[in-house]
């Protein structure tokens, strides 16, 4: 029997992680389920965002379910405390390195994009977003200049081992894929993306089949709303994919559609929606449980060896959007419970 760690966290993060677990109930599958508290929850539970028995059960299980973390009454805490800790220490404790995050435009959902139709359509790429490095995990702090002034910094740094595996990843997802591969950087500004492109371009050497483009973060935010079908496989690290990513979901149009899955090398993961808790809405049964159903999806096929499973989730989600449901952030009237009965009888 597969465990699967569920970690709600805060705001919407309960509301939907609630739906993508009765989807997972429903399947019939080996499964069980250990809930813990994780972010702001956990602070406020246990004076810390990732309390160790929440950490013992993420490494205890072969798969976790996370919602999403950020607590505005936590804003005052110091760094460390803050929830957002809790998701980057998860990815750090397990090496979850390697965060694919797939935007595809469901069918009958252009009139929701950002963008016009026809542009819209062709949406069916992945971003391969980098995750336990860049300024994320550089040296940071804040100190004082000569001039008396506050100064924060935040260290960018990668290694050609860190490049070396996400590179990696990026063309292995290719592969599976369109054979088609573009490297976002920076190399014309920064020395992090120079020795990203080099360590990209070395990888190419072992994947000929692959076709590798280079495009710059300022120039890639723009091609994603001009020709968004130009890409396949997108491979970037930890803070442009997190924004590039955020931009893909408004192509498709919401973010309460984008999943994502963040795995070790073997291919034990964490899934969650790209979303973040949005305060706004938290406990009004507004949010949109796609992109948390999507994860739980991407989880059986990445971690639990259950494809057809993954593949029957997804379609039961499209099936549910192509019906006319949506939630508010799709311009429809669905409560969160109402889109989770929804897929579930799509399924
Ligand atoms: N479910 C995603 C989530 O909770 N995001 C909040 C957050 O702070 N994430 C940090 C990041 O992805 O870089």
């Known amino acids: 029997m597969a465990l699967i760690a569920i970690l709600p966290g805060d705001g919407i993060g309960p509301e939907v992680t609630t739906e993508a677990r009765r989807v997972l109930e429903r399947l019939g599958l080996d499964l069980s389920f250990e809930e813990a508290p994780v972010g702001g929850a956990a602070y406020h539970a246990a004076g810390h965002p990732l309390p160790p028995a929440t950490l013992d059960l993420a490494r205890r299980a072969d798969a976790i379910l996370f919602g999403a973390v950020g607590d505005p009454t936590c804003d005052s805490l110091d760094r460390h405390l803050r929830p957002e800790q809790a998701i980057l220490g998860l990815r750090k404790a397990l090496t979850l390195f390697a965060n694919l995050r797939p ?47 506050r100064q924060g910094y935040d260290v960018m740094s990668y290694d050609e081992a860190e490049v070396r595996r996400i590179a990696v990843a990026g063309f292995e997802a290719a592969r599976r894929r369109r054979g088609k591969l573009c490297s976002i950087d920076k190399a014309n500004v920064l020395e992090t993306s120079q020795l990203w492109r080099d360590v990209v371009i070395e990888t190419a050497a ?65 899934y969650e929606p790209i979303h973040g808790s949005a305060p706004d809405i938290a406990g009004q049964g507004k949010a949109n449980p796609c992109a948390a159903i999507l994860s739980a999806a991407m989880m059986l096929r990445h971690s639990l060896g259950e494809p057809a499973a993954a593949d029957r989730i997804e379609a039961a989600v499209a099936a549910a959007l192509a019906s006319g449901k949506r939630t508010a952030d799709l311009g429809g009237t669905c409560s969160t419970r109402e889109m989770g009965d929804a897929v579930l009888a799509a399924l």
Do not use: W
């Open 103 to 149: 935007a595809k435009m469901f069918a009958g959902m252009e009139d929701a994009s950002a963008l016009r139709p026809e542009v819209a359509r062709a949406i069916d790429l992945v971003i391969v977003r980098e995750l336990n490095g860049d300024v994320y995990f550089g040296e940071k702090g804040m100190r004082t200049t000569a001039d008396g002034l």
């Open 206 to 270: 072992d994947y000929a089949d692959v076709t590798l483009t280079h495009m710059y973060v300022d120039n890639a935010a723009m091609q994603l709303v001009r020709d968004p079908g130009q890409f396949d496989v997108i491979v970037t690290g930890n803070l442009f994919g997190d924004i590039l990513s955020d931009q893909a979901s408004m192509c498709v149009g919401s973010i309460g559609l984008l999943p994502s899955a963040a795995l070790d090398v073997a291919g034990k993961g964490l």
